[in-house]
């Protein structure tokens, strides 16, 4: 059977460059459908494809909907197991990896502080700086000298990561601190994820980010 | 080489209890140590165990800690998956379970409008309950007419959210309003689970929550 494979996205999306890593990674071609506008006026495909949470990202495989980006890359790796295995196969590795990706989306903390540096002022936006680098100190800490978070390979915990570099400059810009000097070794990974051609692929995205008017 | 399982826990605790069910599905013997002080005197052990987010349960196997309740149901349908299967083998299949099993502690909604029902008064106490009821009732729609949010068989959406159903009678107390009139579709499906081995030896669980003064 000829496999169908949609993305429906909307470009800045940090969640959906996770997808779109992943399905690069294993090699699978997929159709992308652009979102508009996902805030006031969504499509009615997003609608009868995520009538949930009514959210972009959505893998749409073979007609079928898939939702939430953490569950599309597990999707993914399982279901084009033979290509660069995302997750590790030992169960206690795998919970780490889920462990890590969970502490990274944990009640969107990270997404939340990093939009709160232009959203936050005076205390409010140093306590949400504090807590931002907080995290990404924790994340560094677990890192360690591994060249990625799962070892010697990119994988999950990478794919779930990187998108947020992509925010970075933003975030160094309105919260006025420096990423580089707090957690050097965080961007080093960072840098060495864009090496590869699966996130290398999204420089258009990360590119248009950078240029966003916030 | 011997299996040494530990659970560390608190016994009214929603998340602990998805752990204790699926160990017992399992049929795998473990030791279980309580936490007495959750709050203000945490344990060196819960500390040494969970350093990044020091909760309850923690899943302690031959050493190595395996934190967050729903990434230990995996692991332990992953270690030990000769018995009870939790999770489909398809990947579709999983993934919608694992969609399921994210909307019940999205931003830990059902948790928090839960409490929400004796922490709310007036107004908020009012649009509490209908989000409560809301999320009860989504929840109901996806579980259908089938036995199981599975289909035929107990497996990892149950386990994820039976817990919440030992906390009804304080919810409809608190809320002022009946569960049993709003989704009596997801009550008979409780009432199925408790049918269960695994579920009913949590009873004396379930009987303390029932007692407990909130």
């Given at each position: ?39 006031k006026n969504k499509s009615s495909l997003l609608l009868q494809m ?165």
């Amino acid at each position: 059977m000829a496999e169908e494979v949609i993305l429906l996205n909307f470009w800045p999306s940090i969640f959906g460059m996770r997808t779109m890593i992943a399905l690069e990674e294993k090699g699978v071609k997929y159709e992308y459908i652009s979102e508009e506008d996902v805030i006031k006026n969504k499509s009615s495909l997003l609608l009868q494809m995520n009538p949930v949470h009514k959210k972009i990202p959505v893998l749409i495989h073979n007609g079928k909907a898939i939702c939430e980006s953490m569950i599309q890359v597990q999707y993914i790796d399982e279901v084009w197991s033979e290509k660069s295995p995302l997750l590790p196969s030992d169960p206690y590795q795998r919970a780490q990896a889920l462990f890590w990706a969970d502490f990274i989306d944990k009640k969107d903390q990270l997404c939340v502080c990093g939009r709160g540096t232009w959203r936050a002022k005076g205390e409010e936006l140093e306590a949400n700086n504090k807590e931002f680098i907080d995290i990404l100190k924790i994340l560094e800490s677990e890192l360690g000298d591994k060249p990625y978070f799962g070892g010697h390979k990119f994988g999950f915990v990478d794919i779930v990561l990187i998108g947020f570099y992509s925010w970075f400059p933003e975030y160094q810009k309105f919260g006025n601190f420096s990423i580089e000097l707090e957690c050097s070794k965080l961007i080093a990974w960072a840098e060495r994820c864009l090496e590869r051609e699966s996130v290398t692929s999204l420089s258009q995205a990360l590119k248009r980010v950078e240029n966003r008017v916030c």
